[in-house]
């Protein structure tokens, strides 16, 4: 603990303070690891969108002439067993990889941090069913009812996939968020606000929501990587991302058995999926650091 | 002094490179009484922990402590043991830790008994009894079979006590044994530690941040600052003239139950931070402070037993100032004169059902929190709100802050009823009435920047940006913190920063009653005389009405015009400050008063105690006739067609004469 001295340097004439926003920006921008993170994967977005217009081949088109060819000045990533450039794969894959593993996690944490706040903080009636609603979805086996309801959402495409990724992966969360909520409601500085007048909405999102802030980053980074992989076994069993369209995940499923045998395979999607759940961890690190103040690297 | 019974020399205590003991020497005779007194983080409680050798493996102790010669630094865990038990014995603050939970009270003082002398177990409980009688136990065959939880805090700290003193030990050291209880318990223990002293004739060594129980207690004082003995003497001697500024400012810093003062003395700044210091570690802090300070740390000095470990002391000793001649005092602006009541509580109630059984809840019974509690405040002026544990203070504050239809009884906050406020009323008295807690530490969210912390309640009354920009600095200067601070969060400060920020905080929407609950109670005393300045000159610029909370008589006598004791629920007395302080009616009240310990020794010697018997009830029970029968002292003297008055009939709040502001609910008040 630092006690500020009290002879800090007077300002005689201060600008309005920054708030908390501006501050954990702040914070953010001066952390190294947040900013490495976030760079990679802004090239990795690069990577996945401009990729497409780098290559001339295409990801679905297969050419039986060039099958099986390792990585070439004209194949960069080399070819698979029909011949598709492995390339223009990959980059089609990053592109649905990403976009799934960041909207999942950002859904259902959002979810559950609202639901979870919601039911602690407010109790009562509202706690008992909010909380009915997650056991509910806890026991339903959410594999099988994605199984059933997916084709039915053929026409919707990924994003209603991706809606029910995350609608069956926010449950655990919400309870641990609820728990935590419970005892810092009783909080003096909860009840400070509350005595002051503060709305119960705006009390969850400036002080309940902000101090398991720690936990929800953790589990939302931990959810990316979760997100990916699910997909992927949902693809394997035939839902999800269905061929000729791929994702890191089915072509990763694809490519393991030849791994040992035809490396570029697997080991160029395998990779960027690495890269980019590292990268998503150090912008959660980065990100815990900022909001808590009593982390201090940042602070001068 | 050669028949030094216990012998620190050059006591030594590092945490990994954090210095927490910086060269203590103490020596105890045998039958005295030394006191150590400090503040947080002084260094006196591990100092005592390292005598006993119970620091944690992560401690390095150096230096010397020896008992009758004997060197005790670096013997092995198993003798210390064995000398802990027998010759030295410990009281600790948190009589919990010192007992396992799961064996009876008896069969653990038994075992302390025979671990060290082997004896019969019938014999050995005999001895225990005759222990818990000793230290005023009821029934002390009974006690014998309690669980440790079902005694209340001070007759835990008595068994405690009884335990240290069943092997007759040469050394009795106790370490804040009554911080953590309420004032009319502590008189109590106080007495039981005085009587154990007594029987045993061993050494009491009283570690104590609070200066009153120390100069009724000790023989001679050892005043500790950064990890150093800074002034020893004997007790009068030192209370009388210190030699040393930092005792002669914790002296001035002390509200004191008799004398109503100016300002209290405060020193400024926080101590250094461990390992940090070179000269002397005071220097920032002192007013008498010299270039020679600063180069070399003063050696502990002086003549016929007081030391003391500055380079003025020789000045000091010669001038014997008083605290306020080396201090610099802030003037407080005389307070206005109180203006028209805002705050009205009459028959206030309050009660919990007490719920048993986990599936089906069952009401077995109730808890009476709050009673029948009146109250009225005018603007401008301070209410003293005072209780011990139990007394439902707390649940009448926030009986108060909810601004519902109260269970029973009437609240009137600036002239609304809170039984039928819309939705516009609740916002103007949520504005109207702010609340500083106890704990700075707890009350500000650790997460926001103290700018924000402070705008939290302007937002809440939707002021505009414009505004609370421009409000945030100058609340901030207004009590006495940077404008640079707000942007910084709230463990970056010190405790008495953060109460400041607390203040800030509540002042922000400029309330016209500001609810004080221990505001306090959580500091040091020389951080604590700021803050209390702090409120002071406040509620004389702003002409604030204050319900001020709290525990400890001697604050509440420094800073309230009017003061109010609860007990049990009810309120017992009420009056102005002067005539309740001086003139107390109500039988709990005499006993409250002489109960706490004034920080003056010839003073304190001079005084006779009313000393209560027993614990207050569990407010479960609800006694028929007035709730302080069962100990009261005066009741206990009654003939017995007087004494059925009080069994059958609940007294009223009745004046001391028409007219006169001064409130006592007893049938005998004069008796
Ligand atoms: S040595 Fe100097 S700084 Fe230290 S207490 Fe004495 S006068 Fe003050
Ligand atoms: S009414 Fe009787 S029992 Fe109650 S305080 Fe007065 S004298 Fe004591």
């Known amino acids: 603990m630092t006690a500020v001295l009290d002879t800090a340097p007077a300002e005689p004439k201060s600008p309005a303070a920054p708030g908390r926003g501006r501050l954990v920006l702040t914070r953010l921008l001066a952390a190294r690891g947040a900013t490495a993170g976030a760079v990679i994967v802004l090239l990795l977005f690069l990577l ?34 029909i011949g598709q450039d492995v390339f223009a794969q990959t980059v089609r894959g990053l592109q649905k990889s990403l976009v799934i593993g960041l909207l999942v996690a950002l859904l259902s944490t959002l979810l559950a941090g609202l639901v979870g706040a919601c039911a602690g903080y407010f109790g009562g009636w509202a706690d008992r069913a909010l909380m009915f609603l997650v056991d509910l979805l806890l026991i339903f086996p959410s594999f099988l009812i994605i199984a059933i309801v997916s084709p039915k959402l053929k026409g919707a495409g990924w994003l209603a996939f991706v809606l029910l990724l995350a609608l069956f992966n926010w449950m655990i969360t919400a309870r641990v968020v609820r728990s935590m909520t419970l005892s810092l409601r009783e909080r003096e500085f909860v009840r400070a606000a509350r005595y002051m007048g503060v709305a119960p909405f705006r009390i969850i999102l400036r002080h309940i929501l902000p101090n398991v802030s720690s936990f929800l980053i953790i589990d939302a980074t931990v959810t990316v990587g979760g997100a990916v992989m699910s997909e992927t076994a949902l693809s394997y069993f035939g839902f999800g991302v269905r061929p000729p369209d791929v994702s890191l995940g089915t072509l990763l499923a694809a490519g393991t058995d030849q791994a040992p045998v035809f490396p570029w395979l697997f080991y160029f999607a395998a990779g960027l999926l690495v890269l980019f759940v590292l990268a998503i961890n150090l912008i959660g690190d980065g990100l815990r650091d900022a909001l808590d103040p009593t982390s201090d690297r940042s602070t001068p | 002094m050669s028949a030094s019974l216990l012998e620190v020399s050059d006591l030594t205590v590092d945490f990994g490179a954090v210095p927490a003991v910086r060269g203590v020497d103490l020596a105890v005779r045998r039958g005295e009484t030394l006191g150590i007194v400090g503040e947080s983080g002084s260094g006196k409680s591990v100092t005592a922990l390292a005598v006993l050798g119970l620091l944690p493996r992560a401690a390095a102790v150096g230096g010397s402590v020896r008992l009758d010669g004997r060197e005790l630094v670096g013997l092995p865990d198993k003798e210390l043991a064995r000398i802990r038990g027998s010759r030295i014995a410990m009281v600790f603050q948190d009589p919990l830790s010192a007992f396992t939970p799961v064996y009876r009270i008896g069969d653990q003082i038994v075992e302390a008994l025979r671990i060290h002398r082997p ?48 092997n007759d030990p040469d050394i009795l050291l106790a370490d804040e044994p009554t911080t953590a209880l309420d004032v009319t318990i502590q008189a109590q223990v106080l007495d039981v530690l005085r009587t154990a002293q007594r029987e045993t004739g061993a050494a009491l060594v009283l570690v104590s941040h609070d200066l009153g129980v ?46 109503r003062g100016g ?27 010299e270039d020679r300070c600063r180069t070399a740390e003063p050696a502990l000095t002086g003549d016929d037993g007081h030391l003391a470990a500055c380079v003025r002391a020789g000045e000091l000793a010669a001038r014997a100032p008083r605290p306020e001649e080396v201090y610099p005092v802030p003037p407080v602006p005389p307070a206005g004169r109180p203006g028209e009541e805002i705050l009205r509580v009459t028959g206030l109630v309050k009660t919990f059902p007490v719920l048993k059984g986990t599936v089906f809840k069952r009401r077995v019974g109730t808890v009476h929190a709050v009673d029948g509690v009146d109250l009225a405040i005018r603007r401008g002026e301070t209410l003293g709100l005072v209780g011990e544990s139990g007394s439902g203070k707390s649940t009448t504050l926030y009986e108060l802050l909810a601004l519902t239809r109260p269970e029973a009884g009437r609240i009137d906050l600036l002239g609304r009823d809170t039984a039928g406020l819309d939705r516009a009323g609740t916002r103007e008295l949520r504005r109207a009435v702010q609340i500083v807690f106890q704990d700075p530490m707890a009350s500000l969210d650790p997460r926001m920047p103290v700018g924000d912390i402070i705008a939290e309640p302007l937002r809440a009354q939707a002021a505009p940006r414009a505004q609370i920009d421009r409000r945030i600095p100058q609340l901030l200067r207004q009590v006495g913190l940077e404008p640079a601070h707000a942007s910084r969060y709230p463990h970056q400060f010190s405790g008495g920063q953060r109460q400041r920020i607390s203040i800030a905080r509540a002042l922000a929407v400029e309330p016209e009653l500001l609810v004080l609950d221990e505001p306090v109670s959580a500091l040091d005393v020389s951080i604590q005389a700021g803050v209390l300045n702090l409120l002071q000159r406040l509620k004389a610029e702003l002409g604030l009405a204050y319900l001020f909370v709290s525990h400890d008589l001697s604050v509440i006598r420094h800073l309230a015009d009017r003061v109010s004791v609860m007990y049990l629920g009810h309120t017992v007395e009420a009056g102005t400050v002067e005539s309740v302080f001086e003139s107390p009616r109500h ?25 209560l018997a027993g614990d207050p009830p569990s407010p479960r029970e609800r006694p028929s006739g007035c709730p302080f029968r069962a100990r009261c002292q005066v009741h206990a003297l009654l003939d017995d067609a007087r004494r059925a008055r009080c069994e059958q009939e609940v007294p009223l709040p009745q004046a001391a004469a028409p007219g006169v502001d001064h409130l006592a609910a007893c049938h005998y008040p004069d008796a």
């Open chain 1, 48 to 81: 996945a969108f401009a990729g497409p217009y780098l290559t001339p081949w295409d990801y679905a088109t297969p050419n039986y002439t060039a099958i099986r060819q390792p990585p070439s000045a004209e194949h960069w990533f080399g070819t698979n067993g």
């Open chain 2, 119 to 166: 004896q019969g177990r019938a014999a050995a409980r005999r001895r225990a009894a005759e222990l818990l009688d000793l230290v005023g136990i009821p029934a002390p065959e009974r006690a014998l079979d309690s669980f440790p939880h079902e005694f209340s805090g001070g007759m835990r700290q008595r068994a405690m006590i009884a335990m240290a003193i069943a």
């Open chain 2, 214 to 259: 120390i100069a009724g207690m000790a023989d001679r004082v050892a005043v500790m600052y950064a990890g150093r003995v800074v002034e020893t003497a004997p007790v009068d001697e030192l209370f009388a003239r210190p030699r040393h500024p930092y005792t002669l400012g914790l002296i001035g810093a002390v509200p004191r139950l008799d004398g």
């Open chain 2, 263 to 289: 300002p209290l003395v405060p020193i400024p700044g926080t101590p250094p931070a461990p390992g940090t210091v070179t000269g002397c570690p005071f220097a920032a802090r002192c007013p008498l402070v």
């Open chain 2, 587 to 611: 039988p709990y009240t005499r006993a409250l008063l002489s109960a706490v310990p004034l920080p003056d020794p010839v003073a304190e010697r001079a005084r006779t105690r009313i000393l």
